[in-house]
Protein backbone atom coordinates (compact mmCIF):
# COMPACT_ATOMS: atom_id res chain seq x y z
CA UNK A 1 0.00 0.00 0.00
CA UNK A 2 1.12 3.77 -0.50
CA UNK A 3 2.32 4.79 2.84
CA UNK A 4 1.40 8.18 1.80
CA UNK A 5 -2.14 7.38 2.12
CA UNK A 6 -4.49 6.23 5.29
CA UNK A 7 -6.04 2.80 4.43
CA UNK A 8 -9.33 1.69 4.87
CA UNK A 9 -11.12 -1.59 4.94
CA UNK A 10 -14.51 -0.92 2.92
CA UNK A 11 -17.44 -3.36 4.02
CA UNK A 12 -19.98 -3.86 2.07
CA UNK A 13 -22.23 -6.61 0.35
CA UNK A 14 -22.65 -5.56 -3.00
CA UNK A 15 -25.31 -8.39 -3.77
CA UNK A 16 -27.59 -7.48 -0.88
CA UNK A 17 -31.11 -7.19 -2.26
CA UNK A 18 -32.57 -4.22 -0.63
CA UNK A 19 -35.81 -3.37 -1.77
CA UNK A 20 -35.78 -0.28 -4.20
CA UNK A 21 -31.95 0.18 -3.56
CA UNK A 22 -29.06 -0.41 -5.35
CA UNK A 23 -26.30 -0.67 -3.00
CA UNK A 24 -23.81 -1.61 -5.28
CA UNK A 25 -24.79 1.59 -6.87
CA UNK A 26 -24.59 4.02 -4.21
CA UNK A 27 -20.98 2.01 -2.45
CA UNK A 28 -18.60 1.72 -6.32
CA UNK A 29 -19.58 5.54 -6.23
CA UNK A 30 -18.87 6.27 -2.36
CA UNK A 31 -15.13 4.15 -3.31
CA UNK A 32 -14.60 6.17 -6.50
CA UNK A 33 -14.48 9.29 -4.77
CA UNK A 34 -12.51 8.08 -1.42
CA UNK A 35 -10.02 6.42 -3.52
CA UNK A 36 -7.91 9.45 -4.40
CA UNK A 37 -6.94 10.31 -1.10
CA UNK A 38 -7.14 6.71 0.48
CA UNK A 39 -5.37 3.50 -0.24
CA UNK A 40 -8.93 1.14 -0.05
CA UNK A 41 -9.86 -2.62 0.68
CA UNK A 42 -13.45 -4.22 -0.10
CA UNK A 43 -14.98 -7.11 1.32
CA UNK A 44 -17.83 -8.50 2.85
CA UNK A 45 -18.39 -7.97 6.72
CA UNK A 46 -18.19 -11.83 6.95
CA UNK A 47 -14.49 -11.27 5.76
CA UNK A 48 -13.51 -8.13 7.72
CA UNK A 49 -11.67 -9.86 10.62
CA UNK A 50 -9.00 -10.90 7.87
CA UNK A 51 -7.82 -7.46 6.81
CA UNK A 52 -8.75 -5.18 9.80
CA UNK A 53 -5.22 -5.50 10.79
CA UNK A 54 -3.87 -4.25 7.57
CA UNK A 55 -5.50 -0.75 7.50
CA UNK A 56 -5.95 2.38 9.46
CA UNK A 57 -9.79 2.27 9.57
CA UNK A 58 -12.88 0.04 8.79
CA UNK A 59 -15.90 1.67 6.90
CA UNK A 60 -18.73 -0.02 7.63
CA UNK A 61 -21.21 1.09 4.89
CA UNK A 62 -24.11 -0.73 2.79
CA UNK A 63 -23.64 -4.35 4.87
CA UNK A 64 -27.70 -5.08 4.85
CA UNK A 65 -29.32 -6.47 7.58
CA UNK A 66 -26.64 -7.39 10.57
CA UNK A 67 -29.34 -10.00 11.62
CA UNK A 68 -28.09 -12.80 8.91
CA UNK A 69 -24.89 -12.76 10.60
CA UNK A 70 -25.43 -11.69 14.21
CA UNK A 71 -22.83 -13.28 15.83
CA UNK A 72 -19.85 -12.10 13.23
CA UNK A 73 -21.38 -8.65 13.69
CA UNK A 74 -21.51 -8.93 17.89
CA UNK A 75 -17.34 -9.98 17.42
CA UNK A 76 -16.85 -6.99 15.39
CA UNK A 77 -18.29 -4.86 17.65
CA UNK A 78 -16.46 -6.15 20.71
CA UNK A 79 -13.22 -5.53 18.47
CA UNK A 80 -14.10 -2.11 17.84
CA UNK A 81 -15.02 -1.43 21.72
CA UNK A 82 -12.08 -3.08 22.73
CA UNK A 83 -9.53 -0.53 20.26
CA UNK A 84 -7.83 -3.09 18.55
CA UNK A 85 -9.97 -1.89 15.28
CA UNK A 86 -10.75 1.77 14.49
CA UNK A 87 -14.37 1.65 13.19
CA UNK A 88 -16.50 4.12 11.02
CA UNK A 89 -19.11 4.69 12.54
CA UNK A 90 -17.93 4.42 16.19
CA UNK A 91 -19.84 1.19 17.09
CA UNK A 92 -21.17 2.59 20.16
CA UNK A 93 -24.52 3.79 19.14
CA UNK A 94 -27.88 3.62 21.05
CA UNK A 95 -29.76 3.23 17.79
CA UNK A 96 -30.36 0.88 15.27
CA UNK A 97 -26.68 -0.59 16.59
CA UNK A 98 -29.05 -2.25 19.01
CA UNK A 99 -32.30 -2.92 17.04
CA UNK A 100 -35.69 -1.08 18.00
CA UNK A 101 -34.75 -0.87 21.44
CA UNK A 102 -33.96 2.71 20.54
CA UNK A 103 -37.64 3.34 20.16
CA UNK A 104 -39.18 1.49 23.07
CA UNK A 105 -36.88 4.07 25.63
CA UNK A 106 -37.36 7.31 23.23
CA UNK A 107 -40.71 6.51 24.02
CA UNK A 108 -39.70 6.29 27.67
CA UNK A 109 -38.65 9.15 27.56
CA UNK A 110 -41.32 11.32 26.07
CA UNK A 111 -39.82 12.04 22.76
CA UNK A 112 -41.57 12.47 19.82
CA UNK A 113 -41.48 9.17 18.47
CA UNK A 114 -44.10 6.70 17.02
CA UNK A 115 -45.19 5.10 20.66
CA UNK A 116 -43.83 2.00 20.22
CA UNK A 117 -44.20 -0.97 23.43
CA UNK A 118 -42.97 -4.79 23.32
CA UNK A 119 -45.33 -6.48 25.40
CA UNK A 120 -49.39 -7.07 24.45
CA UNK A 121 -49.99 -6.01 28.53
CA UNK A 122 -48.85 -2.62 27.52
CA UNK A 123 -51.12 -1.80 24.76
CA UNK A 124 -53.16 0.46 26.88
CA UNK A 125 -50.19 3.09 26.40
CA UNK A 126 -50.70 3.36 23.19
CA UNK A 127 -53.18 5.41 21.26
CA UNK A 128 -56.50 4.05 19.86
CA UNK A 129 -55.66 2.18 16.78
CA UNK A 130 -57.84 0.19 14.04
CA UNK A 131 -54.56 -1.81 13.42
CA UNK A 132 -50.82 -2.19 14.84
CA UNK A 133 -47.77 -2.80 13.33
CA UNK A 134 -45.67 -5.40 15.10
CA UNK A 135 -41.93 -5.46 13.92
CA UNK A 136 -39.09 -7.24 14.61
CA UNK A 137 -36.85 -6.07 17.43
CA UNK A 138 -33.64 -6.81 15.80
CA UNK A 139 -35.48 -6.92 11.98
CA UNK A 140 -34.52 -4.35 9.09
CA UNK A 141 -35.63 -3.37 5.72
CA UNK A 142 -39.38 -4.22 7.08
CA UNK A 143 -38.56 -7.99 7.17
CA UNK A 144 -41.39 -9.77 9.23
CA UNK A 145 -43.13 -6.91 9.17
CA UNK A 146 -47.05 -7.86 9.94
CA UNK A 147 -50.01 -5.15 10.29
CA UNK A 148 -52.84 -6.43 12.78
CA UNK A 149 -56.49 -5.65 13.87
CA UNK A 150 -56.32 -5.75 17.42
CA UNK A 151 -58.34 -8.85 17.80
CA UNK A 152 -55.30 -10.29 15.14
CA UNK A 153 -52.68 -9.06 18.12
CA UNK A 154 -54.57 -10.94 21.00
CA UNK A 155 -53.55 -14.20 19.17
CA UNK A 156 -50.51 -13.13 18.02
CA UNK A 157 -47.02 -14.71 19.59
CA UNK A 158 -45.31 -11.19 19.68
CA UNK A 159 -42.26 -12.34 21.24
CA UNK A 160 -39.17 -10.77 19.70
CA UNK A 161 -41.16 -8.05 18.08
CA UNK A 162 -42.43 -4.55 19.25
CA UNK A 163 -45.79 -3.09 18.94
CA UNK A 164 -46.68 0.43 17.31
CA UNK A 165 -50.21 1.93 16.00
CA UNK A 166 -50.93 2.11 12.38
CA UNK A 167 -49.83 6.05 11.47
CA UNK A 168 -51.54 7.92 8.46
CA UNK A 169 -48.94 9.95 7.40
CA UNK A 170 -48.27 12.57 4.65
CA UNK A 171 -45.15 11.42 4.09
CA UNK A 172 -41.59 10.14 5.09
CA UNK A 173 -38.54 12.63 5.43
CA UNK A 174 -35.37 11.45 6.47
CA UNK A 175 -31.89 14.12 7.15
CA UNK A 176 -28.59 12.70 6.82
CA UNK A 177 -25.86 13.63 9.47
CA UNK A 178 -22.22 13.56 9.54
CA UNK A 179 -21.01 13.58 12.69
CA UNK A 180 -23.37 16.08 14.82
CA UNK A 181 -23.54 18.57 11.49
CA UNK A 182 -26.44 18.03 9.26
CA UNK A 183 -25.99 17.21 5.45
CA UNK A 184 -29.19 17.41 3.63
CA UNK A 185 -32.96 16.43 3.84
CA UNK A 186 -34.67 13.97 1.16
CA UNK A 187 -38.44 12.99 0.99
CA UNK A 188 -40.89 10.18 -0.49
CA UNK A 189 -44.07 12.93 -1.52
CA UNK A 190 -45.64 9.49 -2.37
CA UNK A 191 -45.82 7.39 0.53
CA UNK A 192 -46.10 4.24 -1.16
CA UNK A 193 -42.60 4.96 -2.68
CA UNK A 194 -40.54 4.80 -0.09
CA UNK A 195 -37.56 4.82 -2.29
CA UNK A 196 -38.30 7.48 -4.65
CA UNK A 197 -36.58 10.46 -3.03
CA UNK A 198 -36.51 14.04 -3.96
CA UNK A 199 -34.55 16.85 -2.28
CA UNK A 200 -36.26 18.26 0.50
CA UNK A 201 -35.61 22.17 2.14
CA UNK A 202 -35.79 21.88 5.75
CA UNK A 203 -37.68 24.33 8.01
CA UNK A 204 -35.83 25.48 11.51
CA UNK A 205 -38.60 23.11 13.33
CA UNK A 206 -37.73 19.97 11.10
CA UNK A 207 -33.87 20.42 12.36
CA UNK A 208 -34.59 20.74 15.73
CA UNK A 209 -36.23 17.93 15.75
CA UNK A 210 -34.09 15.66 13.93
CA UNK A 211 -31.23 17.30 16.04
CA UNK A 212 -33.06 15.73 19.43
CA UNK A 213 -32.39 12.61 18.16
CA UNK A 214 -28.57 12.85 16.99
CA UNK A 215 -27.65 14.40 20.50
CA UNK A 216 -29.70 11.95 22.40
CA UNK A 217 -27.07 9.16 20.93
CA UNK A 218 -23.34 8.32 21.65
CA UNK A 219 -21.92 8.99 18.81
CA UNK A 220 -19.49 11.92 18.03
CA UNK A 221 -18.21 10.46 14.68
CA UNK A 222 -19.99 8.65 11.92
CA UNK A 223 -22.87 9.13 9.81
CA UNK A 224 -26.60 8.72 11.13
CA UNK A 225 -30.56 9.27 9.02
CA UNK A 226 -33.22 10.10 11.23
CA UNK A 227 -36.65 8.59 9.42
CA UNK A 228 -39.21 10.61 10.41
CA UNK A 229 -42.60 10.56 9.07
CA UNK A 230 -45.34 13.82 8.80
CA UNK A 231 -48.70 13.58 10.24
CA UNK A 232 -52.01 15.42 8.69
CA UNK A 233 -51.04 17.19 11.90
CA UNK A 234 -48.15 19.02 10.76
CA UNK A 235 -45.99 17.15 13.60
CA UNK A 236 -43.18 14.88 13.15
CA UNK A 237 -42.65 11.67 14.67
CA UNK A 238 -39.51 9.59 14.69
CA UNK A 239 -39.92 6.46 12.44
CA UNK A 240 -36.35 5.46 13.38
CA UNK A 241 -33.02 6.57 13.89
CA UNK A 242 -30.16 4.53 11.91
CA UNK A 243 -26.70 4.96 12.90
CA UNK A 244 -25.04 1.48 11.89
CA UNK A 245 -25.29 1.48 8.29
CA UNK A 246 -27.68 4.12 6.83
CA UNK A 247 -28.25 4.08 2.84
CA UNK A 248 -27.81 7.34 2.07
CA UNK A 249 -30.05 8.15 -1.56
CA UNK A 250 -26.67 9.76 -2.17
CA UNK A 251 -28.03 9.63 -6.21
CA UNK A 252 -31.14 11.83 -5.52
CA UNK A 253 -28.72 14.74 -5.06
CA UNK A 254 -27.32 17.56 -7.23
CA UNK A 255 -23.66 17.08 -7.78
CA UNK A 256 -22.75 20.46 -5.70
CA UNK A 257 -24.64 18.60 -2.51
CA UNK A 258 -22.65 15.48 -3.49
CA UNK A 259 -19.47 17.01 -3.43
CA UNK A 260 -20.39 18.63 -0.29
CA UNK A 261 -21.02 15.69 1.00
CA UNK A 262 -18.29 13.52 0.27
CA UNK A 263 -15.78 16.38 1.41
CA UNK A 264 -17.64 16.21 4.70
CA UNK A 265 -17.01 12.55 4.97
CA UNK A 266 -13.51 12.39 3.76
CA UNK A 267 -12.73 15.24 7.06
CA UNK A 268 -15.34 13.42 9.36
CA UNK A 269 -12.70 10.02 8.50
CA UNK A 270 -9.50 11.78 9.00
CA UNK A 271 -10.41 14.03 12.18
CA UNK A 272 -11.11 10.16 13.58
CA UNK A 273 -7.79 9.09 12.37
CA UNK A 274 -6.00 12.28 14.24
CA UNK A 275 -7.43 11.74 16.99
CA UNK A 276 -6.43 7.60 17.00
CA UNK A 277 -3.10 8.91 16.62
CA UNK A 278 -3.22 11.52 19.27
CA UNK A 279 -4.64 8.70 22.10
CA UNK A 280 -2.06 6.60 20.41
CA UNK A 281 0.82 9.23 21.29
CA UNK A 282 1.91 9.31 17.36
Keep these: MNVHKNSILYLTDFFYPANGREYYKEDLYIISQLKDDFEILICHPLDSKNYEKLVDIVIFRNTGSVMYYKQCFEDFVSRANSNSVVTYNEMIGKADML???????????????????ESFNDIGLLPPSEKYMLKLKNGADSIGMKSLTYKELINENIQDYIIQPFIDFIYEVSFY???????????????????????????????????????????????QRVDACRLKSGKLLLVELEDLNPFLSIEALEEVKKQKFISAFKESIITVLNNKKQENGI
Design 99 to 117: GKQHLLDLTTLQYPVIPTV
Design 177 to 223: FIDHEFQYALYAPDKTKRWDLKEYTTTKQDLEFANKFIKWNNINHGI
